[in-house]
């Protein structure tokens, strides 16, 4: 049988009517059409709920023939005509107007959270009294279906068990009624209406946390007066009841609870729990990034802990407890827990007994920090390990978001980027990216013990700082500097970063043998539960106890790849320092020798603890010689000039042990020269059949010049003190005359000259020809606008050039060795015509091994080949070298 009604149709098997008389349909008929006429007064227009005992019958009389699926279906049927025609369609009408705001680009309304407010109250208020009173009639239908069950089974069958199945199944069709019809607009703006009401909720209690945090900061002070008090902690209970009583009772909350149950009721859960979530998260990332900033001196992370559990939790508590979703977290009915809540939060501020959503909201929010903090972080990681260890607390804030999240690759990724675009470029020194890399080893093995990601951000570093030259003189430098290349690093002032990296190392080393040694049975199976393998990402070339101990210093050799280059860079540095010295304090080069000879063993060094033993045997010798002295002074005829053996300190070295040093003929006063010769006599005398032989180009001279008004001290380079002193009986020189009088070539002399010109004592004039002429100065400019007093040593050593070093360069000493191969490359390439870099290399190592043999590395030979080049003497082309033609 088949009944039209409107256009739809009801298919049901009505077999039943097969077996009853004309009399019976005829009754049926007429029930029929009375229930129809009830159901379209009880739902058409405003409805008559007086009509509500017919409709009861006729359902009865439907009943009694077994039609009340069909009275379902049909009553159904005409409730989601009537809630499509009253509410779905008035519901959609109020937000037609803002149909672009789900599109930005068209959004010319830009609709606010009270307009948001205001369209959702009026539109949600009268789609739900449409609701409720369809959901009356509803509730008539199961009263009349209920009561018939009773009256023919004479018994109570369960009445729930009905209700709820036509409530789905209105529940169903109203929400698939509005879901098919749903604008774009409406999700965004159910967006903008919880955004600006969270915001202002926000506002309202970060003011009352604020408060609270002060208070208890308060409390705190006052802690043994609370000691006292017994009643103190009932009092605090009854504060934090208080306070989630009045929170709960918050007007602003009970509203926004009341747009959330009826969006719920209206079957938008899903979408509703978006949109506020959405807001939630908004303000959340909006806090991070407030509370984080660019302070990286202090932690943020409990902060910002704290204003979630103060803030969103208390609003969502309210929000569950007002929607009655509050469900005890320790309920036995609460369902299946989700493992990562198994040990909820004790400090829930306000709040009890956490329910189960409660605690996966608080899950939610925290991984959404932590990972917001974290992305932060990352992105300015650079600036913070520039500030490091002052960022110290960023750096752990970092560390405990990875080990929450996980998310190691991407900060590997990130900084990565930064040093190539940031640090590694050609503009940055190389000093600066030393002290960077070793920051960043400091900081990264706090992130990271294991040193897995250290290894893979370390070497795009130690790649770039391989290309570069200074970089062995830069690592030595920063390793035996008093302040250790960083000011601001640990340590006492005037510690190199050679003691600092020590001190460090012997910190690990006693961590170490404090996981290694343990009496205590039952706490060594403690650490053996705690025990992690290592990260996937981890060489499994390298064993965990070797990770875990991270060797900064072996880190930084292995930059320039053997320590014997370190060695060597360091003893030519050594050398330097101790042949400008002006007194034989050696206590600092003798401290950072003895930590290199930790490093790097007694026989590396074993020349360079000769050097220093020169200097304290130079000590003793100078202090013999001034003690044998008989007559006191010395005076020359012509000058009338007093000069005494006191005034003479000299250095003796040990040649075959010192680095090959720079010597440069130089004709030094006849007084001074005298000196010299008296002190060299005096040394044979208690050192025979020792001789001394002057490098009379090396050392400081200590000067006084006097003027009419004035006497300054300078502290020079014996060619500037040569140059200088012949200005006394002459006051104007030529180049030429005055270079072939003190010994030198015309270039050196008028580069040596040029301090005495800035100081402003000599003034040069016929600078555009090849013969300039030099004269002193009567009167002499201000000293305090030419720096007349800063003569210092120091000052010469960092303006001279690069030739006038006193000992020969790494560099140019092992171009002094290859040059005994230059006949062996070029009788190969005689032979053989062209040959690449790495079969040179290869045969020279193979033919090479007598007296000296062939040790050179394959950067060597190729700089030696360079200099053949640029010498014409060789050619390269595609990667061959050919001899030049």
């Known amino acids: 049988m088949q009944i039209e009604k409107g256009g739809a149709y009801w298919v049901h098997n009505l077999g039943i009517l097969d077996s009853i008389g004309d009399e019976s349909i005829d009754k049926i008929l007429q029930s029929w059409n009375g229930f129809c006429a009830s159901t379209e007064v009880l739902l058409k227009d405003n409805g008559d709920l007086s009509i509500g005992s017919e409709f009861v019958s006729h359902v009865h009389s439907l009943c009694k023939y077994g039609l009340d699926s069909l009275v379902q279906d049909y009553f159904l049927r005409e409730l989601e005509e009537t809630f499509e025609k009253n509410g779905a369609s008035k519901f959609w009408q109020h937000f037609a107007s803002y149909s672009d705001v789900a599109t930005p680009e068209l959004n010319k309304l830009h609709i606010n959270a009270d307009e948001a407010q205001k369209v959702l109250s009026k539109s949600l208020e009268e789609i739900c009294l449409e609701k409720q009173y369809q959901e009356k009639c509803l509730l008539i239908l199961v009263h009349a279906l209920q009561s018939y069950k009773e009256n023919v089974s004479g018994g109570k069958p369960n009445p729930d068990m009905k209700r709820h199945h036509l409530v789905s199944r209105y529940q169903l069709m109203v929400s698939s009624v509005l879901m098919t019809s749903l604008p774009r607009c409406f999700p965004e703006i159910l967006r903008i209406y919880f955004k600006g009401r969270l915001e202002e909720l926000s506002i309202m209690m970060s003011g009352e946390y604020e408060d609270d945090i002060e208070t208890e900061v308060k409390d705190e002070m006052d802690l043994d007066e609370r000691s006292k008090s017994s009643s103190r902690a009932g009092e605090m209970d009854i504060d934090e009841i208080c306070h989630r009583t009045k929170f709960s009772e918050n007007k602003l909350v009970r509203n926004i609870g009341k747009v959330v149950r009826d969006l719920r009721s209206l079957g938008f859960t899903s979408m509703t729990e978006d949109a506020y979530a959405s807001a939630i998260f908004l303000l959340l990332k909006t806090k991070v990034h407030s509370l984080a900033g660019d302070d990286y001196r202090s932690s943020v992370l409990e902060s910002i802990k704290g204003w979630i559990r103060s803030v969103p ?324 005829a012509e000058q009338g000039e007093a000069v005494s053996l006191d005034l003479l300190d000299a250095t003796i070295i040990s040649s075959n042990f010192w680095p090959p040093i720079q010597e440069e003929t130089l004709n030094i006063p006849e007084t001074v020269d005298q000196l010299l010769s008296d002190y060299a006599k005096r040394f044979n005398e208690i050192k025979t059949p020792r001789k001394l032989l002057w490098k009379k180009n090396l050392g400081t001279v200590k000067l006084e010049l006097q003027f009419e008004d004035r006497a300054v001290q300078f502290t020079v380079a014996p060619v500037h003190a040569a140059i200088i002193m012949q200005f006394q009986d002459q006051t104007c020189w030529t180049s030429k005359n005055l270079a072939d009088t003190i010994g030198v070539p015309v270039d050196i002399l008028n580069r040596r000259i040029n301090f005495w010109i800035s100081k402003g004592i000599i003034a040069e004039s016929g600078a555009g020809s090849d013969d300039h002429t030099f004269t002193l100065v009567d009167g002499m400019i201000d000293a305090n606008k030419n720096g007349i007093n800063s003569g210092t040593c120091e000052e010469l050593l960092a303006g001279d050039e690069e030739g006038d070093r006193s000992v020969a360069s790494v560099e140019e000493q092992i171009l002094k060795e290859m040059t005994v191969y230059e006949k062996f490359i070029m009788g190969m390439l005689t032979n053989f015509g062209s040959m690449a870099l790495d079969r040179i290399h290869n045969t020279l190592k193979m033919f090479c091994v007598a007296d000296p043999p062939y040790d050179k590395s394959l950067q060597q030979l190729q700089s030696f080949l360079s200099g053949l080049v640029s010498e014409e003497k060789l050619e390269l082309r595609d990667g061959m070298y050919f001899l030049k033609k």
């Not at 750096?395 to 990130?414: A, P, R």
């Not at 030595?476 to 000011?487: A, H, I």
């Not at 601001?488 to 961590?511: K, M």
């Not at 003798?590 to 026989?603: C, D, Q, V």
């Open 313 to 636: 939790l208390q609003f969502l508590y309210a929000l569950l407890a007002y929607l009655g979703d509050s469900v005890s977290y320790d309920s036995p009915s609460s369902g299946m827990k989700s493992p990562l809540a198994s040990h909820p939060s004790s400090s829930y501020y306000g709040i009890n007994t956490p329910s189960e959503g409660l605690v996966r909201w608080q899950l939610r929010l925290e991984y959404f920090a932590y990972e917001t903090l974290q992305d932060l972080r990352i992105a300015k990681l650079f600036e913070i390990i520039v500030d490091y260890p002052e960022s110290s607390p960023a750096i752990e804030d970092l560390k405990q978001c990875l080990e929450y999240t996980g998310q190691h690759s991407k900060l590997v990724d990130s900084f990565i980027s930064s040093l190539q675009y940031r640090l590694l470029t050609a503009g940055a020194s190389t000093n600066d990216i030393l002290h960077q890399y070793v920051s960043t080893i400091k900081a990264l093995r706090t992130i990271d013990p294991t040193g897995v990601f250290l290894e893979a951000v370390g070497e795009p570093i130690r790649e770039y700082l391989r290309g570069r030259k200074d970089t062995i003189k830069c690592i030595v430098t920063m390793l035996t500097d008093g302040t250790g290349g960083n000011p601001n690093g640990p340590g006492s002032t005037g510690d190199s970063l050679l003691e600092e990296l020590n001190r460090d190392e012997e910190n690990q080393e006693n961590a170490g043998c404090e996981d290694d040694f343990n009496p205590d049975d039952k706490q060594a199976w403690i650490n053996a539960e705690r025990w992690e393998p290592d990260p996937v990402e981890a060489d499994p070339l390298k064993g965990s106890r070797n990770r875990r101990k991270i060797d900064i210093l072996g880190m930084i050799v292995g930059i320039i790849g053997s320590k014997d280059q370190l060695v060597s860079e360091y003893r030519v540095m050594l050398a330097e320092k101790l042949l400008n010295k002006s007194d034989y304090d050696i206590d600092s080069e003798i401290r950072t020798l003895e930590l290199l000879k930790i490093h790097f063993g007694e026989s590396s060094m074993q020349k360079c603890e000769i050097m220093l033993n020169d200097l304290i045997d130079s000590k003793r010798t100078n202090t013999n010689i001034k003690a044998t002295i008989k007559q006191p002074l010395q005076r020359s």
